[in-house]
């Protein structure tokens, strides 16, 4: 058996919004390998998510390997906020982005997909949101920390939960994190390292539970920076590449295909023995603990 043969293969992708982020070079990976790709959109970014699968200027961004441009099997919206419709705030409901739309919640999106496929053998969480993200964690109201907690860790969770019930064993469940989990980043605020801790402790509980339960392995990629558009709404996304770049011991950019090819592997039958973890794709800079020499006199030479 051959196991980059993925034509039988049904992935749901939550998280895709536009074609600049992991999660759109996730979907063209498993694409070029014949898997049916389904898509959880937030709401607000349809639209957008829409107009990049039509519009000519964007065609070199949608071309697979084999000519061909991507095209998801199903688009859903989906706020993970909230696990059914009956959570939603009347306001939202109430919303022109909203309104009018099936149901938007994780059950909601859960059954669609249940509805239309039968069955599902990858998820793949591509979702990460918090409101003071620019505030210092010390400045981080109750409202804002719980946000980011419940839109970038708890979703995963109830993704898992819900998606469960639809999976065979030797299923694969994959999330993505970042070093702000363990280590200091400044400017990485409003919660969101401590949403990406728990985020990673949420994997190795799942990772067991969801094992002994139905064999289904739960993984997470530590991905170093990338000019994302939500990375850009950080507002220090060059520095952190830059940084990255001098301080690690490959010396590239990181690229989404990079992420999305170490998905692949860990989706696979070749990683059929990896649950629990937290892989790094980052070129080595996690495992660095002070700049190197070159950074040292290139920030000497600027003072």
């Not at 859903?76 to 022109?96: G, H, I, Q, S």
Request: aromatic letters at 8%; proline letters at 4%.
């Amino acid at each position: 058996m051959d196991p980059w043969d993925l034509k039988d293969k049904v992935v749901v992708i939550a998280g895709i919004g536009d074609d600049q982020g992991f999660a759109w070079a996730i979907a063209k990976a498993f694409k070029n390998l014949g898997a049916k790709v389904i898509a959880g959109t937030w709401p607000p970014l349809l639209g957008i998510l829409e107009q990049i699968l039509v519009n000519e200027k964007f065609s070199e961004s949608r071309r697979l390997k084999n000519g061909e441009e991507l095209s998801f099997d199903a688009i859903y919206p989906l706020d993970a906020l909230y696990d059914t419709l009956d959570a939603v705030p009347f306001e939202v409901k109430e919303n022109k982005r909203y309104k009018g739309l099936q149901d938007f919640s994780i059950s909601g999106f859960v059954s669609a997909v249940a509805q239309d496929f039968k069955k599902v053998d990858i998820v793949i969480h591509a979702i990460a949101n918090a409101k003071e993200i620019k505030n210092p964690l010390s400045m981080t109201s109750r409202e804002g920390y719980l946000h980011a907690i419940s839109a970038s860790s708890y979703s995963f969770v109830s993704l898992c939960s819900h998606f469960k019930n639809l999976m065979e064993p030797n299923g694969s469940c994959l999330t993505l994190t970042y070093r702000a989990a363990d280590q200091v980043i400044p400017g990485y605020g409003g919660g969101m390292s401590s949403a990406k801790a728990a985020l990673e402790a949420d994997v190795r509980y799942l990772a067991y539970e969801l094992g002994q339960e139905k064999m289904i392995r739960v993984n997470a990629i530590s991905a170093g920076p990338l000019a994302s558009r939500a990375a850009r709404a950080i507002g220090m996304i060059d520095s952190m590449i830059e940084y990255s770049f001098h301080n690690s011991p490959i010396q590239r950019d990181l690229e989404a295909e990079d992420v999305a090819n170490t998905m692949l592997f860990l989706a696979s039958p070749l990683g059929k023995a990896i649950t629990g973890q937290v892989l790094f794709v980052d070129h080595g800079l996690g495992v660095m603990g002070r700049p190197t020499q070159k950074m040292i006199q290139k920030e000497e030479a600027l003072v």
